[in-house]
C-alpha cells in the first residue's frame, strides 16, 4: 500500500502498466506454482518483488535510454499462467531446414518446450537437451546449482518480469570432455490468435572441456502483436567452448527482449554472433562474465533496419580477472525511420590485469530519417591494460560508389555490394559453414528487399 | 570515337577545364602530358562521369552519343574505361564477384544475356595471365592491400576483362618500377587493337618509351595548348614545360 502510493508521487512507477502484471500474478500464483517446479519457487518470489520495486525499464534510465517500451506496453497482451502447449504445431508453419545444416533441431513455442523430434539416443552420452520445466522434474540435480545464478543478480525489470512468470524454456547440459558432433538449433517461435506474450527461461551449462554450437532463431507465424522476453543463462566452465548464434526474423508488430547471460571459466573460449535481420522492435541484453583466467569471448553483431524498426544492443563485457580477452564487433544498416542502438560496456576490475579488450560499432545510415545511438562505456580499474573502442557513423563511401559505378555498376547495385561488404566481417565471424552460406544470402535477399515486408521466416524458403 | 569541343568544367566553384578541344579515332594512341595542376586528372575524372565535376560549357560526343548526358556505368556500358590513378580499396567485395557483377552490369545494359561461369573463369584465367597477375590477387577484396604496383595492374586487368572502346590511363605509371611499368605497358599494348582507342594521362616520357603514342598533346591550364606526334614528348622531356609557359604567357 505504502510502495503504491510513494511510487505514484515520486517516479514513473506504475506508468507502463505494472499493475496489471502484478494483479495477475497475485491472482493466478498458486496455479502458477502447481503448475512449475519447486526450484522456481524462491527465484518466483524474489523476482516478483524486484519487479514490484523497479517496474518495467523507461527511457529515463540510463541503461534503456535507447528502448522505448512505452508503445509496445500499451497493447493488453494475454499471458499463460499455466503453460501447456496450446495444441497449435510449430511443425506446420515451420519445415526448417537451413540448407545443408545437419543440426539437433528444437522448439519452444511461445513461453513452453515443444516435444522434439530428436531422439534422445542420438545425442552423445551424457548429454541432456529438453525442457527446463520437465528436467527440473526429472533431474534436478542438474539444474539446481544453475538456475537464476546470474538472473537473480539483474536489476533489469523486464528480466524480473521473466522471473515472474517463466515456467519453461529451453535446456542443455554438456557433460565434461563432451563434444556435440553438430549444432544445436533452437527456434523460438511466436503463435498465437491474439496479441500474446511469452516470459520463457534457458539454461545452458557447458562443463569443463566440452564443446557446443548452439543456433537460436526467433521468429513469428501469425498477424497478431507479439511480445516476447526471454532470459538465458549460460555456464561455460573451465576450458570448455561454446558458440552462440541468435538469428531474429520476426515480423514488425514484435517485441522482442532477449537478456542473454553467460559465465565464463577460465580458458574457457565463447563467440556470439547476434544478428537482426527482419524485426519490429529489440532489445538484446548481453552480459558476459569473464570470471577465470585466460578466457578470451568474440562477441559481434549486426542490424539491418527500415520502416520504423528498432534494434538496440546493450551489451556489457565484465572482465573480473586477469590475461582475458574480449573483441566486439557490431554493425549496423538503417534506413527509412528506423532506430539503431548500442551501448559497449566494458568492465575491467582493479586486478584484471593485462586485460585486452577491443570494441568497435560502425554504423551506416541510408536515410537522413534514420537515427544510431552507440555509447562506448569503459569502466578500467585496473593499470596494466589494453582497451580501445570506436564508433562510426556514416554513409556509403562515396568513391567506392563512383569507382563501382565507373566499371558499369548501377547505382542500386553498387549500393547493395557496399552494404552488403559492410556486413561481411560479422558474417565471417560464423563458424558453421551451411549457416554462414545461409546467412550471407539471406542477408542479400533482405538489403535486395530492404522495403519488403518479411512476415514470414525467410530463414527456411 | 571521341570528340570533345570547348570543355569547360568546375570543381567547388573553381574552373579547371577552360575550353579544351580533342578528337581521338578508333585505333589511335593519345598522350597527354602536362604540368602539376593543368586539369590532366579532371579531365578523366569528367569523361568517366565524376559527380564532383560540373560540365559548365562544352560538348563531349563519345561513339556518336552525348556521353554527358550519360550516368558513370552508361558510360561504361558504352566502351568508356577509366584506369584510376588511385584505384579505390573496397573491402568485402571480392575482385570476382566486382568483376562478374560488372560485366553482367554491362551486358544487361546492352541487351545481352549473362556470362556463363565457366567463360567468366576461362576469361578471368586468360587476362590475368596477360598482365601477369597474380592468381591469388582476384581471391582477395577490390584493391585490399594491394601494393602500389599490384593496384595498377589490376586497373589494366578490369580493363581486358571489360574491353572497352577507349580506355583513359590517368597516370598508370605513377608509382610503379621499371618492372612493374614495363608489365603494365605490356598488357596495354596488347589490347591495343583497330577498334579501341587509347589516352595516356602522364607526367613523364618514360611511360611513352612502352606505350607509343600516335599523339602528344599538352595540357595547360585547362586547355590543349600544343599537339604533335611523339618527338613533342622527347622535348617536353628535356626542357621540361617552362618554353609552354612562356608560350602562353601573353
Keep these: 500500500m505504502n510502495n503504491q502510493d510513494a511510487t505514484s508521487i515520486s517516479s514513473p512507477l506504475g506508468s507502463l502498466g505494472e499493475a496489471k502484471y502484478i494483479d495477475l500474478y497475485k491472482q493466478e500464483r498458486e496455479t502458477i506454482r502447481k503448475n512449475s517446479s519447486v526450484l522456481f519457487t524462491n527465484y518466483r518470489e524474489e523476482s516478483f518483488e524486484r519487479f514490484r520495486r523497479l517496474g518495467f525499464p523507461t527511457t529515463k534510465q540510463d541503461d534503456y535510454k535507447y528502448t522505448d517500451l512505452t508503445s509496445a506496453l500499451s497493447v493488453d497482451y494475454a499471458l499463460n499462467t499455466d503453460v501447456e502447449n496450446s495444441g497449435k504445431s510449430p511443425y506446420d508453419v515451420f519445415k526448417c531446414t537451413v540448407q545443408g545444416i545437419k543440426s539437433y533441431l528444437y522448439f519452444v513455442l511461445n513461453d513452453a518446450f515443444y516435444p522434439s523430434d530428436v531422439k534422445k539416443e542420438t545425442l552423445p552420452e551424457g548429454v541432456v537437451i529438453g525442457s527446463l520445466k520437465e528436467i527440473a522434474g526429472t533431474r534436478p540435480e542438474l539444474i539446481e546449482r544453475y538456475f537464476a545464478k546470474q538472473s537473480a543478480k539483474k536489476e533489469d525489470g523486464m528480466a524480473a518480469l521473466n522471473g515472474i512468470f517463466a515456467q519453461d524454456g529451453f535446456f542443455m547440459y554438456v557433460p565434461k570432455n563432451v563434444s556435440l558432433d553438430k549444432p544445436v538449433q533452437l527456434i523460438n517461435i511466436m503463435r498465437h490468435d491474439s496479441d500474446f506474450m511469452a516470459n520463457s527461461h534457458n539454461l545452458v551449462i557447458l562443463e569443463e572441456g566440452a564443446k557446443a554450437q548452439l543456433l537460436v532463431c526467433d521468429h513469428t507465424a501469425d498477424d497478431v502483436r507479439f511480445f516476447s522476453n526471454r532470459v538465458t543463462e549460460v555456464f561455460v566452465a573451465e576450458n570448455a567452448v561454446y558458440e552462440h548464434y541468435k538469428l531474429e526474423n520476426t515480423h514488425s508488430k514484435t517485441t522482442n527482449v532477449s537478456t542473454l547471460l553467460i559465465d565464463q571459466k577460465e580458458s574457457s573460449k565463447v563467440l556470439n554472433n547476434i544478428i537482426t535481420l527482419h524485426n519490429g522492435l529489440t532489445r538484446n541484453n548481453i552480459e558476459i562474465a569473464l570470471n577465470g583466467e585466460h578466457t578470451e569471448t568474440l562477441l559481434c553483431g549486426m542490424a539491418v533496419g527500415d520502416k520504423n524498426q528498432e534494434v538496440d544492443n546493450y551489451t556489457s563485457i565484465l572482465h573480473n580477472k586477469p590475461n582475458c580477452h574480449s573483441t566486439e564487433l557490431f554493425k549496423y544498416i538503417l534506413g527509412d525511420e528506423s532506430k539503431g542502438g548500442f551501448t559497449g560496456r566494458i568492465y575491467v576490475a582493479e586486478d584484471a590485469q593485462k586485460t585486452e579488450a577491443y570494441q568497435n560499432s560502425k554504423n551506416i545510415l541510408l536515410d537522413k530519417t534514420a537515427r544510431m545511438r552507440t555509447k562506448p562505456q569503459l569502466e578500467i580499474y585496473a593499470d596494466d591494460v589494453r582497451c580501445s573502442h570506436g564508433a562510426t557513423i556514416g554513409q556509403l563511401d562515396e568513391t567506392a560508389m563512383f569507382y563501382l559505378q565507373s566499371r558499369g555498376i548501377s547505382e542500386s547495385e553498387a549500393r547493395l555490394l557496399l552494404m552488403y561488404a559492410f556486413t561481411a566481417d560479422v558474417i565471417e565471424n560464423i563458424r558453421i559453414d551451411a549457416l554462414k552460406d545461409r546467412i550471407k544470402l539471406m542477408t542479400e535477399h533482405r538489403l535486395r528487399n530492404n522495403s519488403a515486408s518479411s512476415d514470414s521466416c525467410v530463414i527456411c524458403r | ?250
Design chain 2, 1 to 250: 570515337m571521341l570528340e570533345i569541343k570547348n570543355l569547360h568544367a568546375d570543381i567547388n566553384g573553381r574552373e579547371i577545364l577552360k575550353g579544351l578541344n580533342l578528337q581521338v579515332n578508333a585505333g589511335e594512341i593519345h598522350a597527354i602530358m602536362g604540368p602539376n595542376g593543368a586539369g590532366k586528372s579532371t579531365l578523366a575524372s569528367v569523361l568517366a562521369g565524376h559527380p564532383a565535376f560540373e560540365v559548365t560549357e562544352g560538348e563531349v560526343r563519345f561513339l556518336g552519343k552525348n556521353l554527358l548526358e550519360l550516368a558513370p556505368e552508361a558510360r561504361a556500358a558504352e566502351g568508356f574505361f577509366l584506369s584510376f590513378q588511385y584505384p579505390v580499396e573496397i573491402p568485402g567485395v571480392s575482385m570476382v564477384n566486382f568483376l562478374r557483377t560488372a560485366m553482367n552490369e554491362q551486358r544487361k545494359y546492352r541487351g545481352e544475356e549473362p556470362v556463363a561461369a565457366s567463360e567468366f573463369l576461362r576469361l578471368m584465367k586468360e587476362k590475368k595471365e596477360l598482365v601477369e597477375m597474380q592468381s591469388n590477387l582476384t581471391n582477395r577484396a577490390v584493391n585490399e592491400g594491394f601494393s602500389g604496383g599490384e593496384k595498377k595492374r589490376s586497373e589494366i586487368f578490369q580493363m581486358a576483362m571489360l574491353e572497352p572502346r577507349l580506355a583513359v590511363l590517368d597516370e598508370t605509371d605513377s608509382g610503379l618500377d621499371i618492372d612493374a611499368l614495363r608489365i603494365v605497358a605490356n598488357g596495354v599494348n596488347k589490347l591495343a587493337a583497330p577498334d579501341r582507342a587509347i589516352i595516356v594521362i602522364t607526367h613523364y616520357q618514360r611511360l611513352l618509351e612502352y606505350i607509343v603514342p600516335d599523339f602528344v598533346h599538352v595540357l595547360f591550364d585547362g586547355r590543349i595548348v600544343k599537339s604533335g606526334g611523339k618527338e613533342l614528348a622527347l622535348k617536353l622531356e628535356a626542357e621540361g614545360y617552362d618554353w609552354i609557359k612562356k608560350e602562353q604567357a601573353p
